[in-house]
């Protein structure tokens, strides 16, 4: 072999082989992208579930607190409604202020658990969003495991088969970011 078609075979290569892999490898780029903005996506969402299931957690634990409260002060008013006390205005006061505050806590109740059920909600809603993009996380996974096949085997139907579970993987997560 002469020395211009060794360089002439080496361009060949050069320009036959790896221009035709360069939209593949840009793909497979994009991709992990993706991968790592989707990844962010899911953890951060996972994390809001977490956060709203605490605070959920805590705002019926001020429900059950409260009602127990109330539950006491109740009993109380009626034991000493009919128990003999040596004042009888001093412990119907009494009565009527925790009869009183009772009232208010009923009030508080409501909005608690009102405030409990939205929170509960609101932990729904995020891990369904936080699905969507797991779910997305994978296929995007999938799809640049797929496309860098087609770097070993030089067949494009693994590019594109690659793409096709992309997309399907990005539509996963503009799905997730619609949910409101």
Not at 10 to 18: C, F, M, P, T, V
Not at 133 to 146: C, K, N, R, S, Y
Request: net charge negative; with cysteine.
């Amino acid at each position: 072999m002469e020395p211009n078609e060794v360089s002439e075979l080496k361009e060949q290569a050069e320009h036959g082989g790896e221009s035709n892999l360069r939209p593949v490898a840009f793909t497979m780029s994009v991709l992990a992208v993706l991968v790592a903005v989707t990844t962010v996506l899911g953890h951060r969402t996972h994390t809001e579930a977490v956060l709203r299931q605490a605070k959920a957690s805590d705002t019926w634990n001020e429900y059950q607190a409260k009602k127990n409260r109330a539950y006491d002060t109740d009993l109380a008013t009626k034991l000493l409604n009919e128990l003999a006390v040596s004042d009888k205005d001093a412990a119907k006061k009494t009565a009527k202020e925790w009869a009183d505050h009772q009232g208010k806590w009923a009030d508080d109740l409501k909005e608690e658990q009102k405030e409990a059920l939205a929170l509960e909600e609101e932990v729904k809603q995020a891990e369904i969003k936080a699905n969507f993009f797991d779910f997305g996380e994978a296929l995007l996974e999938i799809g640049l495991v797929v496309s860098s096949v087609t770097l070993l085997t030089r067949s494009r139907i693994y590019w594109y088969l690659g793409i096709g579970a992309s997309i399907i993987g990005v539509c996963s997560v503009v799905w997730g970011l619609l949910i409101r």
